[in-house]
């Protein structure tokens, strides 16, 4: 009887239709548009986190004063620029199907965490210069907190161009796409959201409550 259902392929899922495989096709298309125009934001937020990413990776200065330096400042004004279309939102996004859905998740992570994570820095930071004693205390003991989530952001960053030419050769690639989306320009998207153009360098060096 087992051997039976095993031959017979049960409870192995349904390969997808034609017309789902369409839909998959153009909602990873949509994506990958979206992905193009965000391209210059992105470069921007990224270019400003690395270059302000020394400064925070293992926490923050000792000291109560000169804790925003303009590089500091340039990353979250940045940050706090990013916008997130209405395809990508996470409303819109539900109505995704295959890759692009995960695709689209990724990239509305990244923004939140980016923005949240420089914000909360901002904020900490401020307190630790203007604040209280104890309200100094509580920003260092948690800025850890922030500096993870903006590490995270870029992280989660880097693996879209990775999950983007997977989607594509899966669904067929140049061959099957066409000029709807070209080999080139799936290369060129795997470029800017790759981890050697965003994982942040070194790891994070600060612990929580350091």
């Keep these: 009887m087992l051997a039976a259902l095993a031959a017979s392929g049960c409870g192995k899922p349904a390969p997808p239709s034609p017309a789902q495989l369409a839909l998959e096709r153009e909602d990873l298309v949509v994506v990958c548009r979206a992905l193009q125009s965000l391209a210059g934001q992105t470069e921007s937020e990224v270019a400003t986190t690395r270059a302000a990413w020394p400064f925070i990776a293992d926490g ?31 409303r819109n996004a539900a109505s995704l199907t295959g890759p692009a859905y995960g695709v689209a998740g990724l ?7 980016a923005s949240r994570g420089w914000a909360m820095i901002g904020g900490a930071i401020f307190q630790i210069e203007h604040g209280s004693p104890s309200a100094a205390r509580f920003a260092r003991e948690n800025v850890a907190l922030y500096i993870d ?30 000029v709807a989306l070209t080999q080139a320009e799936a290369n060129a998207i795997a470029a800017v959201y790759s981890q050697g153009h965003d994982r942040l360098v070194p790891h994070v ?3 929580l409550g350091s």
């Design 107 to 113: 990239y509305r992570e990244f923004t939140g965490l």
């Design 60 to 90: 923050l200065p000792r000291r109560r004063s000169g804790l925003y330096p303009p590089r500091v400042r340039e990353a979250i004004e940045s940050a706090a620029r990013l916008e997130l279309p209405t395809v990508l939102d996470e």
């Design 149 to 178: 989530s903006v590490y995270d952001a870029q992280f989660g960053l880097g693996q879209i161009g990775k999950q983007v030419q997977a989607a594509y050769a899966k669904l067929g690639g140049e061959a099957v796409f066409g």
């Design 205 to 207: 060096g600060v612990k």
